[in-house]
C-alpha cells in the first residue's frame, strides 16, 4: 500500500464492519489488541477494504502485553494477503525486538508506519520533528499522535507536518483531546497522509476522534476549498 496521498482508515476490532466502512474508508486499521481473536479474523478476511494491522502494546495505549507474543501476531499477520500494511511502536523498534517484524514485512511488500504517541501533552518543535524523524528512519511513515492542551500545540504540530512534508517525508499527524479534535480534519491539508475514524462513534480508539462518515466530510470539504 502506498500512502502517497491521504489516506482514511475506519478503526476497528471488528472485520465485520468492513462493509459499512467501504463508502468512506480507504482501508481498515484492525486493532487486533482489542479484537477477541487477534489474528483469526484476518485468514478468511473477504472484504474489499486492504487492512493495516495495530497490535498496540500497553503501554503505549493498547490492551496488548508486552510479550513476544504480541509481535509473533504481527509477523504471522503481514505473511497474509489482505495484510497491506502495519504499524509499530517506535520504542518498539528502537529499544525492543519490534524490528523483525519490520524485515518480514518488507519481505512481504507490506506497508510500515512507525508510531510513538503521547497521552500527557504536546512536544515542542524541535521534539516533534526530532520523534518523526526517528520514525521516519524506520517505516515508510512516520506517526505521532500527541495531546494538545491547547490551539498553540496543534499549531505546532502542523508546522512540522508541513515542515517534514515539504521535505518529501510522508508523515501521519494528529492531536488528540478536544483541544486538539480539529486537527484530524486540518493535518491532511499540511501533508498528513493517514487519519483514523471509528465507523460507529460510540467505538472510538483515541480521545477526540471523528467518527468515520464526519472525518470524510470534513476533510473532502477542506480539501475541495484549498
Known amino acids: 500500500m502506498e500512502f502517497e496521498t491521504f489516506r482514511l482508515a475506519a478503526s476497528t476490532a471488528d472485520l465485520s464492519e468492513e462493509p459499512a466502512a467501504r463508502e468512506h474508508a480507504d482501508l481498515i486499521e484492525y486493532r487486533m489488541d482489542l479484537a477477541d481473536d487477534g489474528v483469526a479474523p484476518l485468514r478468511t478476511y473477504d472484504g474489499e477494504l486492504p487492512i ?21 501476531a504481527l509477523v504471522e499477520a503481514v505473511r497474509l494477503p489482505a495484510v497491506e500494511a502495519v504499524d509499530l511502536e517506535l520504542q518498539a523498534v528502537t529499544e525492543g525486538d519490534a524490528e523483525r517484524v519490520l524485515e518480514r514485512a518488507r519481505e512481504a511488500n507490506v506497508s510500515t508506519v512507525v ?7 504536546t512536544p515542542d518543535r524541535e521534539r516533534l520533528r526530532a520523534l518523526l524523524e526517528r520514525a521516519c528512519e524506520y517505516g515508510d511513515v512516520g506517526k505521532i499522535a500527541v495531546t494538545a492542551n491547547d490551539r498553540a500545540d496543534v499549531l505546532d504540530l502542523l508546522s512540522v507536518t508541513e515542515q517534514l512534508t515539504a ?6 499527524t494528529m492531536a488528540m483531546g478536544e483541544a486538539g479534535r480539529h486537527s ?8 498528513s497522509v493517514i487519519g483514523y475514524a ?6 472510538a480508539t483515541a480521545p ?8 470524510r466530510d470534513l476533510v473532502s470539504t477542506l480539501q475541495s476549498q484549498s
Open 52 to 72: 493495516l494491522v495495530t497490535n498496540r502494546v500497553d503501554w503505549e495505549g493498547g490492551e496488548a502485553a508486552d510479550t513476544p507474543q504480541r509481535l509473533d
Open 115 to 121: 508510531s510513538t504517541h503521547d497521552f500527557s501533552e
Open 208 to 215: 477526540g476522534q471523528y467518527d468515520l462518515t464526519t472525518l
Open 198 to 203: 471509528p465507523v460507529d462513534p460510540t467505538d
Open 184 to 191: 484530524r480534519a486540518v493535518a491532511p491539508l499540511y501533508g
Open 167 to 172: 521535505t518529501g517525508t510522508r508523515v501521519a
